[in-house]
């Protein structure tokens, strides 16, 4: 009996499967009609599409616990939350893209500016099946995940378990009896985890400002070597030195996690400053004219370029952190779309040559700055706010005490610009309501000093430099009140492994289960005031089946 209703249950899985890659391959077909399809077609492909996301809403339960799903199966869950969301990201160009043809007229099509996101809603379909087929096989199989799949978080805490061990097993075996207990095997995968571990190190250091760059490169070096020279030892070892030998392992690899951290704040400063001033707007309107001198085209086009692998660095991290399912989508969507926009956005600024050029280009152009719309308001609202501010004033504090001996005008500018980064984390409303009364006080004289050191500064007129310094100073008093108002500050750079660490990511991030960290909060993540939704939602009910809840 008991094998005749597994085998129904699986026949039942069977049977829901078919269903679902017949529906993948009716998106498909209708895909292929995309490049002259009208709004009627696009409402046929959601409905479609939305009666396969139907269709895998119901079968999920069967697959797991809701998002408590382990290994390999969880790996193409997310994949295809990322699809979904992809799919709807395109749809709703789209949507744009078919109403600017009708506006136009005569027959116009975009077939290059269709083509981007069709191709972009096609791998998503392709992904979709190829992750349905890979989860039916791991339900079978239930293979394990490789290492490379990892994230940086998952291998740390891997590791760091691992090295607890030997602590453990030292206690317990104090007079060097029993040696032959200690788990040999516990260390045959430490070696290659820790390398991954500094793999995704490294990752981030190619992107990271030059003097973190330079300390990251030189902790990872300390932490390799401290691995083989617990990896070497081992078997040699007593129980009394592989624990030292372990113990120093673990305090390397805190060291760069905490460094990681302090050099991701600073990176987010940075990287959402750049976004400002190296705007995609500025990019295209010089691109277009083509009147600047190719040096300085170059050099905008370098820029952008990498800011662009910053912001995808810190995306990673971001995801890495969180265990909120939402959170993860949206970042692994915005990182998604921009990646795709990267290597055409260019070029279509380049041929703004005819109005056809000009439109796809305004069409890229406005994707553009929707997802990066949506991807800073996504860290600004799950970023610590005290530990964005200790940061900032790190870096202010850095700035006046140079100031102090040499005026260097461009770069106290752009620290003052800089500040415009905490003070767009305070435009979003949950972040304001966290300052208090007294702390909203001290927003207001913030806005206020900050305008003034701006001001000031940007004047082309001789300024005394005392006069600068002193406003930078009060600055710097403003918001060191304003960040005590969130409690006592932790101090950051500790590498004591039994320590509470102020990190770059809090609760809502499952940064090491050793750590606080400061991305923090549990949210609705996008408020709705911050997107812009110029058209008629072509399908409500296909928002509605995709939103993961």
């Known amino acids: ?162 090295l607890e061990t030997y602590n453990e097993i030292v206690g317990e075996n104090k007079d060097g009896d029993n040696e032959d207990a200690t788990p040999v095997q516990a260390h045959d995968q430490l070696y290659s985890e820790v390398n991954q571990i500094v793999k995704h190190a490294l990752a981030f250091a190619n992107v990271a400002l030059a003097a973190d760059e330079k300390a990251l490169r030189a902790i990872c070096e300390t932490v390799l070597e401290d691995c083989s020279v617990f990896q070497k030892n081992f078997d040699a070892s007593n129980a009394g030195d592989r624990k030292l030998e372990a113990l120093t392992l673990q305090r390397a690899l805190y060291s760069l996690e905490t460094y990681l951290n302090e050099a991701l704040l600073r990176l987010i400063l940075t990287s959402l400053l750049d976004v400002e001033e190296i705007s995609i707007t500025r990019l295209k309107n010089v691109l277009h004219h083509g009147e600047a001198p190719e040096v300085m085209i170059n050099k905008l086009i370098s820029d952008f370029d990498m800011n662009m692998d910053r912001i995808q660095q810190i995306g990673v991290i971001a995801i890495a952190f969180t265990e909120d399912v939402k959170t993860k989508t949206i970042v692994r969507s915005c990182l998604a779309s921009m990646e795709s926009l990267d290597s055409c956005i260019v070029p279509a600024f380049q041929l703004q040559t005819s109005s056809n050029g000009i439109q796809h280009a305004d069409v890229l152009e406005h994707h553009f700055i929707e997802e990066i719309v949506i991807f800073r308001n996504v860290i600004h609202e799950i970023i610590d706010s005290r530990a964005l501010i200790s940061s900032y004033l790190d870096m202010l504090a850095d700035s006046i005490r140079i100031a102090d001996k040499n005026c260097p005008k461009d770069q106290l500018l752009k620290i003052a610009q800089m500040g415009d980064i905490l003070y767009q984390h305070f435009q979003l409303k949950l972040n304001y309501q966290e300052l208090g009364e007294d702390g909203q006080r001290l927003h207001q004289d913030f806005v206020a000093i900050l305008r003034e050191c701006q001001a000031v500064l940007e004047l082309s007129t001789q300024i005394d430099p005392k006069r600068i310094i002193k406003r930078l100073k009060i600055l710097h008093s403003v918001l060191t009140k304003l960040r005590d108002g969130f409690g006592r500050h932790e101090v950051l750079g500790s590498s004591c492994p039994n320590g509470n660490f102020s990190t770059v990511l809090n609760k809502t991030l499952s940064y090491s289960s050793r750590q606080k960290s400061s991305f923090s909060k549990t949210r609705n993540i996008i408020p709705s005031d911050t997107l812009d939704n110029e058209s008629d939602l072509i399908s409500f009910e296909l928002t509605e089946v995709l939103k993961i809840n």
């Not at 039942?12 to 490049?35: A, P």
């Not at 890979?134 to 891997?158: G, N, Y």
Request: glycine residues 2%.
């Open 1 to 162: 009996m008991q094998l005749a209703s597994t085998s129904s249950v699986e026949y039942r899985t069977l049977y829901e499967m078919d269903k679902l890659f017949n529906q993948l391959r009716i998106c498909t077909e209708l895909i292929e009609e995309g490049s002259r399809g009208n709004i009627s077609w696009l409402n046929e492909f959601c409905a479609a599409f939305h009666t396969f996301a139907s269709k895998f809403k119901l079968y999920l339960p069967e697959l797991a616990p809701r998002y408590e799903i382990d290994g390999n199966v969880k790996i193409h869950v997310e994949t295809i939350f990322l699809c979904f969301t992809q799919v709807l990201t395109c749809i709703t160009q789209l949507e744009r893209i078919i109403n600017i043809e009708e506006n136009i007229g005569e027959d116009t099509r975009l077939f290059t500016t269709r083509s981007h996101f069709l191709n972009r809603i096609d791998w998503c379909v392709k992904r979709l099946n190829a992750s349905l087929y890979q989860i039916s096989e791991e339900v079978a199989t239930s293979s394990q995940v490789k290492l490379e799949d990892l994230s940086f978080v998952e291998l740390l805490d891997m590791s760091l378990d691992k």
